[in-house]
Structures are given as C-alpha cells and as structure tokens.
C-alpha cells in the first residue's frame, strides 16, 4: 500500500523559513521521480517543485524558484523541500507525491496523503 506522509509545516513570518519532510513507503522508491504540490484556500492544487528518481535533476514554478529547493534521499525513501523567503502568498497546504507512472501501475491506490500546512503571516 502507498503511503505519503508530510510534515515539517508550521507558522513562520514573511522571509522565514520552513524545511518539509515527506516519508514514502509502499513502492520502491528510488524508481520514481517525485513532486511538491500545495493547495491554497479556493485555489487548485499547484506543481511546486519536482525532482527525478535519481536525483539529478528538479524544476520549479516560477513563483518558488530560487527560493525553494528539492532534494530526496533514496536510502531513507524521503523526500525534502527547503522553503527559504517564505512569502504570504506560500500559505498553502503541502502535498508531496510520486510520478503519474506510479498510479497508472498501481490503480485504486491512494494518491494523496494529509498534507501538512504552511502559513506565512506578518
């Protein structure tokens, strides 16, 4: 069973910040490339950030980059994401997840875990 566990999140000021966590489990990991999505309030959810399975490469949205970074460790099936300059417009809750390939495989599978919250207030 897949499962996506985030953490990390909390109440921060504007230019603080934040160090996300998310454990996976139930697949192996290191095959697949995996993402950073957040949902603001009565917004969708939007692509933050990705890298690939091994590592070597990540993208970021224009609105992150240079202030976010990814990064995983593939030994211990984690998955990071640094939030430097945090700004009131990333108050959001923080989903990680693995590559679209995953869920075609595993069908009926739970995509999405808890989240975990962040919020940027002055």
């Known amino acids: 069973q897949v499962q996506l566990v985030e953490s990390g999140g909390g109440l921060v000021h504007p230019g603080g910040s934040l160090r996300l966590s998310c454990a996976a489990s139930?697949?192996?990991?290191?095959?697949?490339?995996m993402n950073w999505y957040r949902q603001a309030p009565e917004k969708e959810r939007e692509l933050v950030a990705t890298?690939?399975?091994?590592?070597?490469?990540?993208t970021y949205a224009d609105s992150v980059s240079g202030r976010f970074t990814i990064t995983r460790d593939n030994d211990k099936n984690m998955v990071y994401l640094q939030m430097n300059s945090l700004k009131p417009e990333d108050t959001a809750v923080y989903f990680c997840n693995a590559d679209e390939i995953l869920w075609q495989l595993r069908p009926g599978e739970k995509r999405w875990g808890q989240g975990t919250q962040v919020t940027v207030y002055s």
């Open positions: 139930g697949f192996t990991f290191g095959f697949y490339g």
């Open positions: 890298i690939t399975a091994g590592g070597g490469r990540t």
